[in-house]
């Protein structure tokens, strides 16, 4: 069975929990799935005082962890329509990655969250999707097999492109049931791919 990473970066803990259901996901479609975050570049002392949850158990990744893995779910919250600095200056480091081919035809997905409905999902996940198609790897989205993300019913996340949620302007939005579905259905789904790939 393929080997799946699990990459994200969370400040408040709404990506660290979408991460969490990436992960089950791909595991129940029998990958074995390890979940890493990328380093907080936020000093401890602003960070605490910004209340960022400090406390997360996933060990911190290096850029080489990377090549290790059949597959990469890379997810962060948006920045103003783009993917955070902490995110964008891990993946920047992979120029030995890129230059040598590293990852070159593994499968790559992406997951986001945003404080609106439009505050800019879709863009963050692009930006990703731009980072993984340069790296070389065959990108994953979020297909329709998954038919919550079309109801109208509820403020709801996810798109085509990849899961998301949406937290609130002030982050006391938790990613819903329906969201967390998605989440596990992506990583379900991207993890069936890379049994198909490599395993």
């Known amino acids: ?24 996901g791909a595991r129940e479609a029998g990958a074995t799935v390890d979940i ?5 570049l936020v000093p401890e002392e ?18 080489e962890d990377l090549a290790n893995y059949d597959a990469i779910i890379i997810g962060t919250g948006t920045r103003f329509g783009r993917i955070s600095s902490q995110m964008a200056n891990f993946l920047d480091q992979g120029g030995g990655l890129w230059a040598r081919g590293a990852l070159n035809g593994k499968v790559g997905a992406a997951f986001t969250a945003t404080a609106s409905q439009h505050g800019g999902q879709e863009t963050t996940l692009f930006s990703l999707i ?30 085509p492109y990849g899961a998301t949620t949406i937290t609130g302007g002030d982050g006391s939005r938790w990613p819903s049931e329906t969201e967390l579905e998605g989440a596990r259905h992506q990583g379900r789904h991207v993890a069936e791919v890379a049994n198909r790939l490599f395993g």
């Open 1 to 24: 069975m393929s080997k799946v990473l699990v990459l994200y970066y969370s400040s408040y803990g709404h990506i660290e929990k979408m991460a969490q259901a990436v992960a089950e």
């Open 36 to 40: 890493k975050r990328v380093p907080e």
């Open 130 to 159: 731009t980072n993984m198609l340069h790296f070389g790897m065959v990108v994953v989205g979020l297909p329709y097999s998954f038919q919550a993300q079309a109801r109208i019913d509820e403020m709801t996340g996810c798109s």
């Open 46 to 63: 602003v960070a605490r005082k910004a209340y960022y949850k400090l406390d997360q158990e996933a060990p911190v990744a290096s850029i």
